[in-house]
């Protein structure tokens, strides 16, 4: 069970929730989950192994979206069970939380349902931690209304995710100003490196992005004060069956976590 309150360590390390963006097979994920889980156990980063079962926004109808609820939970399950890692997932109804809740550690609810009260309310009663992601359309003062969401549904656990602001029609950007606000919500603060460089809505259908500005985002963030860092990253990004195109690759994990961790070190001394 995680320690919730550990999740804000002022003079400690930032904490990480990472993986691919979704479920494609039990051999991505765990190539991923090991990898990850080994990095940040050498350099004392707390870890959160995250993947979607389903991905439910897509820009075309053909787009992937999962293996099937059931066989990607039970992945899910085994990358728990095995590799002893608390789990991120996201759900998109009501009805999914609870479970969604059999396996996942924390909640996650989509940036653009996070203004979903039935949605927040039915996380919040799993009793799991709800991270909710910053819809791209809001201030982030706006959070606080989504915050008490969960909390007056009884559950205290909640945290945010910043995940860049709608900038024009094709674009988004980090205001790393918003840190400060949400954090006035008594809860962690997460920025989420990767799809903060997505640019949605493109022509082809397909979500385009800056993965070659990943590290210049995580670094901001982490100097900005964030309690944790958020990213998806996969083996081969060209190749992954979704948001490839702002992605992290594999290998470039313990390097990018590295620089960043000396970072965290010199803002808290």
Excluded at 57 to 82: P, Q, W, Y
Excluded at 179 to 184: P, S
Aim: charged content about 20%; proline content about 5%.
């Amino acid at each position: 069970m995680i320690d919730y309150t550990s999740l804000i360590q002022p003079h400690g390390n930032f904490f990480l929730i990472a993986g691919p963006c979704v479920v494609e097979n039990r051999d991505i994920t765990f190539t991923v989950a090991e990898h990850a889980a080994e990095v940040c156990r050498r350099l004392d980063i707390p870890y959160f192994f995250k993947a979607s079962y389903r991905k439910a926004n897509r820009s075309s109808l053909h787009s992937f979206t999962g293996i099937g609820d059931e066989a990607a939970l039970k992945i899910l399950a085994e990358v728990k069970a095995e590799l002893g890692l608390p789990i991120v997932t996201d759900i998109h109804t009501e009805e999914e939380a609870a479970m969604a809740a059999e396996v996942a550690d924390i909640i996650q609810i989509p940036a653009f349902l996070c203004r979903q009260t039935t949605l927040l309310v039915a996380a919040a009663q799993t009793g799991k931690i709800v991270n909710i992601k910053k819809g791209q359309f809001l201030s982030p003062e706006a959070m606080r209304f989504a915050v008490e969401k969960v909390r007056e549904a009884g559950n205290p656990q909640v945290m945010l995710t910043e995940r860049g602001t709608t900038f024009g029609y094709q674009d988004l950007v980090v205001d790393f100003r918003g840190v400060k606000a949400m954090q006035e919500n008594r809860c962690p603060v997460v920025l989420d490196c990767t799809h903060s460089l997505q640019q949605p809505n493109q022509p082809a259908g397909v979500t385009g992005g800056h993965p070659e500005l990943i590290e210049t985002i995580a670094r901001a963030g982490v100097a900005t004060g964030f309690d944790g860092l958020f990213l998806e990253t996969h083996p081969d990004p060209k190749k992954a069956l979704s948001d490839g195109a702002n992605m992290l690759p594999l290998n470039e994990l313990e390097a990018l976590l590295t620089g960043l961790v000396k970072i965290r070190k010199a803002i808290v001394l």
